[in-house]
């Protein structure tokens, strides 16, 4: 029998490297920029035609390739990273497999034009499949310009397989926030068929993350610091507000290097655990200093899985860093009475004086039986008049004499706890709130104690908002800093169309990108823009379980849908003004005693329920 092992042509081994390292335009983009880095550029641009099928251009101000090197840098396993495998330790640039460009230039047509900063004249290169087509001398600046044409043209099985060009665009974006973020000093652009995406100048990283996600989440962050001979944990996490139902914002760094760490995200989620409701996720970019020997980034071929040497003691920094920051800016609250959740204390403003803040402890002189059937007093520091009921020293701690404490039920509201529509709020400025679970909002009415759902009180003003905006078709837009993009399938995307022209008018800016790609420029100037892509797709889901067909109630339903979308939560901690407000524009809505969809927002304990409580 003949033998029949042969090596492979080495075209033919780059394009199954290929298969590895570039699986689509942004593979391509993500190798050329890291490249660029190790160069030592401080400006890169990137410039895309059709979401990189036709051309991926990046140019750079780096060292350049003498022309030797130029063509060398398209064999397999050229590197100019390492030497030896103990290098291999000790990585400190992006690329060291010397894979990417020969990967490249086995599936697309490949042209760079490079010059060294020694070298007076640059040089041509143009490859094809591999093929070395030409080399010349040319006149250049400092720097490389790689384009990238007609990528996988000689793989249809890859080509077929690339997604929509919205699709590839979006990876192509998050390859570039990822860089982008990870090196705030370096300037970025990026066009897509002309038109600019991004225009990052040189930053701090604080102003890079504006820049990419806007001024909102820019105003959220709270800034989290540790440094140990472990590691220099930096960065920002996001106030709880921030925080989304959907990935997008959740960023680590090593060393420089964008990664994902499914276990390190734990520790930051669970370092939110008492503050935000299971089903958000918090916003972070959090940057990590390690020793490189402590890390082995060579677990992926992509390179996005790190695997720390002292991965425990990691998470528990960061989850203590978290911590702090967040308490350090008061985001967790600091009085938490039972370990599931909390509620702030209220004192009123015009009666604190000479009050002290109630302490819950246990007296251990209080013997219920001493004082036989009468309620007795527990020691609060407070009370000179031993003779003086419950009712009349929570009067006083909670605001001196009021009618809202009378103890005498007041006849004329026993009847109903309705409240009538344009009626002024039945709570007193000056009142007592007491925001229970981050979920209700507690208040003394003078039949007794009110309870506000504050997520359905919040979704009925908007509701009514929305319905008004819409009959009047004056909505007031906000322009968003940056437009977000929602992309659906076909079925969707025609529903969706016939629901624009109301969105529009209720003030959003909406407009069709492409085939199920839509823009969002602007949003109504009442609803909260950091989470505009969240509101429509949660709104657009609701709206499809209606089924909006009859002609009458789309708009109610619309209405409801959006406000379902973009109210806020359970476990959305208010401060007293906002719960002040949300009671206020509740008391001015139509139908303040019902949700949006017909669920109780006010009930009132009356004053004898709670009395037949303590009998
Ligand atoms: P790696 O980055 O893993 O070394 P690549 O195939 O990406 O492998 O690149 C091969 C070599 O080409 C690099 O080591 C570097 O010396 C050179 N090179 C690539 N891109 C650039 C660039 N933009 N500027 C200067 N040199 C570059
Ligand atoms: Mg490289």
Known sequence: ????????????????????????????????VENAIDAGATKIQVYIKDAGRTLIQITDNGKGMSPTDARMAFERHATSKIHDAADLFSIKTMGFRGEALASIASVADVEVKTKSTDDEVGTLIHISGSDLLSQEATATPTGTNFMVKNLFFNVPARRKFLKTNTTELRHIMNEVQRVALANP????????????????????????????????????????????????????????????KSFGEQFFFVNGRYMKHPFLHRAITQGYEKILPKDLIPVYFIAFEVDSSTIDINIHATKTEIKFENESAIWQLLQAAVREGLGKFNVIPSIDFDQEGSFDIPVSPKSSEGISMPQVK????????????????????????????????????????????????????????????????????????????????????????????????????????FMVTLTNEEGYCQQLLFPQTIEM???????????????????????????????????????????????????????????????????????????????????????????????????????????????????????????????
């Open 489 to 615: 399938n076909h079925a969707d995307a025609t529903l969706f169309e016939t629901m624009m022209p109301d969105l529009n008018a209720i003030g959003f800016d909406i407009r069709e990108f492409g085939p199920g790609t839509f823009i969002i420029n602007g949003i109504p100037g009442f609803i909260d823009d950091s989470n505009a892509q969240n509101i429509i797709e949660t709104a657009f889901a609701k709206y499809k379980e209606s089924g909006g067909n009859i002609k009458d109630e789309t708009k109610e339903k619309l209405a409801t849908s959006l406000a379902i979308a973009s109210s806020i939560g359970y476990g959305q901690q208010l401060t007293q003004e906002e719960a002040g407000s949300l009671i206020d524009s509740l008391f001015a809505c139509q139908t303040p005693n019902y949700s949006p969809t017909g669920k109780p927002v006010i009930e009132i304990m009356k004053l004898e329920e709670i009395e037949k409580l303590l009998k």
């Open 185 to 244: 000093t370096i300037a970025f652009s990026l066009y897509h068929n002309d038109s600019p995406i991004y225009d990052l100048p040189y930053d701090n990283f604080k102003k890079r993350i504006v820049h990419l996600f806007g001024k909102n989440i820019g105003n959220s962050l709270v800034p989290v610091e540790v440094e140990t001979t472990i590691a220099k944990i930096s960065g920002f996490i996001g106030e709880p507000k921030i925080a989304r």
């Open 1 to 32: 029998m003949s033998d029949i092992i042969h090596l492979l042509a080495d075209s033919v081994a780059n394009q199954i490297a290929a298969g590895e390292v570039i699986q689509r335009p942004a593979s391509v983009v993500k190798e050329l």
């Open 362 to 465: 246990i007296d251990p002189t209080y013997n219920p039986f001493e004082e036989g059937e009468s309620v007795s007093v527990p020691s609060r520091g407070f009370s000179s008049n031993p003779d003086k009921t419950n009712a009349e020293n929570w009067e006083k701690l909670y605001g001196g004499p009021s009618q809202d404490f009378a103890i005498k039920p007041e006849p004329e509201n026993e009847q109903s706890s309705f409240i009538e529509h344009g009626s002024n709020a039945p709570v007193e400025r000056g009142r007592n709130l007491l925001l229970f679970k981050n979920k209700y909002i507690l208040t003394p009415v003078k039949s007794g104690l009110m309870v506000i759902d504050q997520r359905r009180a919040h979704q009925r003003i908007l509701f009514e908002q």
